[in-house]
């Protein structure tokens, strides 16, 4: 089993920027990619960014490539998301997720998902 707790959700004003984070436990070893997805009002969840394990790949979605970033921090368990430049779309509840088989970028690859930090963007 995978644990995954997020943090760092909140509410900022279009322009501004927000860093989530998320801390894995449990059986890490398993995992090979982390990845972040986000669901607004009303809408499916989508994915946003992945990063692989050992922090060398990464994917984004085209809707915020050039302004978020997904980090990994080996020593700590933890995948940051920085989000600069933040838009009212990007309003909704982001999830952290592990994939156990490498760069998904659809949330049925994810197996364990953390329960989720709300980020809204007032215009």
């Known amino acids: 089993q995978v644990q995954l707790v997020e943090s760092g959700g909140g509410l900022v004003q279009a322009g501004g920027s927000l860093r989530l984070s998320c801390a894995a436990s449990?059986?890490?070893?398993?995992?090979?990619?982390l990845g972040w997805f986000r669901q607004a009002p009303g809408k499916e969840r989508e994915f946003v960014a992945t990063?692989?394990?050992?922090?060398?790949?990464?994917n984004y979605a085209d809707s915020v490539k050039g302004r978020f970033t997904i980090s990994r921090d080996n020593a700590k368990n933890t995948v940051d998301l920085r989000m600069n430049s933040l838009k009212p779309e990007d309003t909704g509840i982001y999830y952290c997720?592990?994939?156990?088989?490498?760069?998904?970028?659809?949330?049925?690859?994810?197996?364990?998902w953390g329960q989720g930090t709300q980020v809204t963007v007032s215009s």
């Open positions: 997720a592990a994939d156990l088989l490498g760069l998904g970028v659809t949330s049925g690859r994810y197996s364990y």
């Open positions: 449990g059986r890490t070893s398993s995992i090979q990619a």
């Open positions: 990063v692989s394990w050992s922090g060398w790949r990464s």
